[in-house]
């Protein structure tokens, strides 16, 4: 059911729907209407285009017919005696080869023999009172009007008459005659569907010849004044008209209404073209159009008006299922982030004075929780929790899921204490309730609390959740389940790292990090440098050395570390280059590769064209990889390190024994190198089991063809015992500091394949 504002909003909805269906239909009659008034417009230049046409065949018909009874007359005007029967025989075999259907020559006198085309001669036909053969004697070119033919009274002939000339001076007349159907096959074109017609009238506005469309109301109509009423104004240009040969288009009224005319002149013996169409086959014809175009446009508004009122329904009876989707987070069934926020703005503005606790929470290592125990059950583990978290709501406390596995909230407090209790509390039930399915990899929580006690500046919520979210993600990174206040030492060291993210971006672009290699050294074959790994510094335009420690865990956070792996890679590769180009002997050379570096789409093919372009012999690259990247993938990066292998990369898994080791590892990868990390030096603390593990892992390595290197070795006890148990590689400030790429080169030098001597202490 529509409530009021509802109902107010879907009537003004629809009024406004209304008025816009009246504006587009009565756009839409003016719109008819022009085109309509466009259209009568083409149709009278049509009438006009087709009177031309007409005016053009006419003219044409007849100018040739003249042009080839000049000729003759030519011809026979230049017969040095005009003798009647010496120009009958000559018209005889002149008027077989052409269109008209008999000819004569007339002397003075107006008496003339006819040769007609079929062979037939009329001797002796009298035209001298044709008005027709005394113009002709006069000089001109004569066509008649249309008469019936004396000799064939069924059919209606023209009479063509052109003056032969003898020493300039007219002698007679050449006469021929034509069938009338020549011209009025001109005039017979159809006019507007047969509903016009054409005829040719002459000056005086007499009819000469009519077209078969003509009908038969105009069967007595004899001269142009008598087709209809024409006003006097209409008159009189007619007669101006036809006096001065001019076109003109005009209106009149007949019996069967009001028709339109256009008057062409012919330019031949004072003839005009008239062509004539009912007024009304334009108007109806349009009409119909504009009453057709009309309904479609009234039935497109009624439709729509129909289907709004039908999609304003549904609407309504769906709102309020709308409206609380677009507030409640479909998965834990609470409140979303929007209504949350708006929520909570209220109660903050509400209660201005009373302490309130502005949380951020994440769950640790959820994506792991997804891949391990699936989808279903990581929607679950979301679902528990936000029970949890209704369970210990009291008044005016909120939450919501922000998105993934982050929560955030507002809850009231009288000592921060309670906050901490609350959150032991959460971390607890939340444990002991999926302990069943998440036996193997514990729920951890992370969350930051921004009081409002110490809030120092107006903040709004957003302000408030921003600094809660800093605080949970300084602690992210530590081991277990963790909660911190928020202090403005962690503001501050997010915009340190935020300033030293874009310092980084603009150092890469500067080559600001540079190479330091640390060299490895073969203790199995008398203390000789087998390789060194090239190790990053940063030495800031701005800040001078800044420490890897300092800048590598912020790097993998932001993702710049993938970025710098490439281009130290490349630099390694420059610089190999130009030491093998130098004739200097084959080495080892290795770089790290970052977690989030190895599990990009191109790794493989960045890597492998890196290295061809700079043509680096293969296996003389060694690709270091830290073993956490078992825990994110680890049948991927056993593809990985096979197509590597084959790509000429040689393997090695870095701080081995440092975190998540197992004999799995070196089970199922086909590495090349296993590095045991110093951990195993400095924190056992009974040296003789230490010493026991370390063995057994070297020789299990040397089982397996993997060569073993101990990184980190400071002292020459660790060195002779690691000689004394097999392992072939040691690196470590016991034989060198990481040093620049010169440094290196000189030492490389002055060794010469010899051995390197133990820094002394």
């Known amino acids: 059911m529509i409530d009021k504002d509802n109902q107010h909003s879907f009537v003004k909805t629809y009024v406004i729907a209304v008025i816009i269906c009246i504006g587009f239909l009565a756009f839409s009659l003016l719109f008819i209407f022009h085109i309509m008034r466009l259209n009568q417009q083409e149709s009278a230049n049509y009438l006009n285009e087709s009177a031309q046409q007409s005016q053009t065949a006419v003219e044409k018909q007849i100018s040739g017919d003249f042009q080839t009874l000049d000729g003759i007359a030519e011809c026979v005007g230049d017969l040095v005696v005009l003798n009647a029967d010496q120009v009958g025989q000559l018209l005889k075999r002149i008027n077989d080869n052409n269109v008209f259907i008999r000819m004569g020559f007339a002397d003075k006198s107006g008496i003339i023999d006819f040769y007609d085309i079929n062979g037939d001669i009329h001797k002796n036909v009298d035209i001298s009172r044709e008005y027709f053969f005394n113009d002709a004697l006069m000089g001109k070119d004569v066509i008649s009007r249309t008469v019936e033919d004396p000799m064939n009274p069924e059919h209606y002939i023209d009479y063509y008459a052109v003056p032969i000339r003898h020493n300039n001076e007219v002698v007679g007349v050449l006469c021929a005659v034509n069938k009338s159907s020549v011209l009025r096959k001109i005039i017979d074109a159809p006019v507007f569907n047969d509903r016009g017609f054409t005829n040719i009238i002459d000056s005086n506005g007499d009819i000469i010849m009519r077209s078969v469309q003509t009908g038969e109301r105009y069967d007595n109509v004899t001269r142009l004044n008598e087709l209809g009423i024409l006003s006097v104004g209409e008159q009189e240009k007619l007669s101006q008209a036809l006096k001065e040969g001019e076109s003109l288009s005009f209106v009149y009224d007949s019996d069967a209404g009001k028709e339109m005319a256009v008057l062409e002149p012919v330019g031949i013996n004072g003839w005009f073209i008239l062509t004539v169409a009912p007024q009304s086959i334009v108007r109806d014809y349009y009409n119909k159009t504009a009453i057709g175009m009309i309904l479609i446009v009234l039935a497109a508004c009624l439709i729509f008006l129909y289907l709004l009122y039908h999609q304003s329904k549904i609407m309504a009876k769906s709102r309020n299922e709308l409206l609380k989707a677009a507030y409640v987070d479909p998965l834990t069934g609470q409140r979303n982030n929007v209504r949350f926020r708006m929520d909570g703005e209220d109660i903050l503005r509400e209660n201005k004075n009373a302490p309130y606790g502005i949380w951020y929470c994440d769950i640790k290592k959820f994506k792991f929780l997804n891949d391990l125990y699936g989808y279903e059950n990581g929607d679950k583990i979301l679902k528990r929790l936000s029970d949890i978290l209704l369970n210990h709501n009291r008044k005016d406390d909120l939450f919501c899921r922000v998105s993934a596995d982050n929560f955030s909230g507002i809850r009231s407090y009288h000592e921060r204490v309670e906050l901490t209790d609350w959150f032991n509390e959460l971390v607890r039930e939340i444990s002991e309730s999926v302990m069943d399915k998440t036996r193997y990899l514990p729920i951890e929580l992370c969350m930051g609390i921004y009081c409002t006690d110490d809030q120092s500046e107006q903040l709004t919520l957003n302000d408030m959740i921003d600094r809660a979210n800093m605080a949970q993600k300084s602690i992210k990174e530590q081991i277990g389940s963790q909660m911190t206040f928020y202090t403005e030492e962690i503001r501050n060291q997010t915009i340190k790292e935020t300033e030293m993210e874009a310092l980084g971006k603009e150092a890469l672009e500067k080559e600001e990090f540079v190479i330091f290699m640390q060299p490895k050294v073969n203790i199995q074959e008398g203390n000789i440098i087998a390789g060194a790994e090239a190790l990053v510094r940063w030495n800031s335009s701005q800040r001078g050395m800044i420490s890897p ?94 197509i590597l292998k084959k790509n000429g990369f040689r393997c090695s898994l870095d701080d081995f024994g440092s975190g998540y080791s197992s004999l799995n590892v070196l089970k199922n990868l086909s590495i090349d190198i296993l590095k045991l990390d110093i951990l195993f030096f400095k924190e056992g603390t009974d040296l003789r089991r230490e010493q026991v593990v370390i063995a057994n892992t070297v020789a299990m390595a040397k089982e397996l063809n993997i060569r073993t290197i101990a990184e980190g070795v400071e002292d020459t006890e660790q060195v002779e015992f690691l000689k004394s148990i097999g392992c072939d590689v040691v690196q470590g400030y016991v034989f060198s500091r990481p040093m620049p790429l010169m440094e290196f080169d000189k030492m490389l030098k002055e060794l010469n394949g010899r051995s390197i001597d133990v820094l002394k202490d």
């Open 549 to 642: 420690g300092e800048f590598i865990p912020l790097f993998e956070k932001t993702g710049l570390v993938v970025d710098l792996d490439r281009y130290m890679f490349e630099k390694a590769c420059q610089w190999l280059r130009n030491y093998l180009d130098a004739g200097r002997p084959a080495l080892n050379v290795a770089v790290n590769v970052s977690r989030l570096g190895l599990f990009q789409e191109d790794f493989v093919e960045y890597y492998s064209g890196i290295k061809q372009k700079y043509r680096i012999p293969d296996f003389l690259l060694e690709l270091e990889f830290t073993e956490s990247v078992m825990l994110d993938d680890s049948s991927a990066f056993k593809n990985v390190v096979e």
